[in-house]
Each structure stands twice: as structure tokens, then as C-alpha cells.
């Protein structure tokens, strides 16, 4: 079985650049702490409304591509 870091970051490969910055900074994954959608548009010099869409899109593309079936084996 893979660690849990591996199998995260195979998932988040699947994203755009800018889409795995946001989900990494605003639920703290990578070693980042989680951040609020204000922090993470002031640091990338993007709107809080903005961020949000591209949230919303990279949890699309997870759920689409079936991201959360690879955690499978390491819940059960």
C-alpha cells in the first residue's frame, strides 16, 4: 500500500498549477497551514470570489477523475 503523502500528491497531480496551490493552502496539505480564501487571494493577488471558483473546480476535477477511490485501501 502507498503512504498517504504519495497518494495525495499522485491526486493533486491531475490539477492545474494554480488549482493545487489553492486546495494545498486551504486545507493545509503539503505541510502548509490551512488558509482562509482572503489569505489565499491576497497572496496570489486574486479575489477571495475567485479562489473559490477555482476551489470549486479543482474538488470537480477530483471527483470526476475518481480521486477519492485511491484512498480506499488506506480508509478500509
Do not use: C, D
Request: proline share 5%.
Amino acid at each position: 500500500m502507498k503512504p498517504l503523502s504519495k497518494l495525495t500528491n499522485e491526486s493533486l497531480a491531475k490539477l492545474s498549477p494554480k488549482q493545487r496551490e489553492v486546495v494545498e493552502r486551504r486545507y493545509g496539505l503539503s505541510g502548509k497551514e490551512p488558509a482562509t480564501l482572503e489569505e489565499i487571494g491576497r497572496g496570489m493577488g486574486l479575489t477571495r470570489e475567485r479562489i473559490r471558483q477555482i476551489e470549486s473546480a479543482a474538488l470537480s476535477t477530483l471527483k470526476e477523475i475518481g480521486a477519492h477511490e485511491v484512498f480506499n485501501p488506506v480508509i478500509e
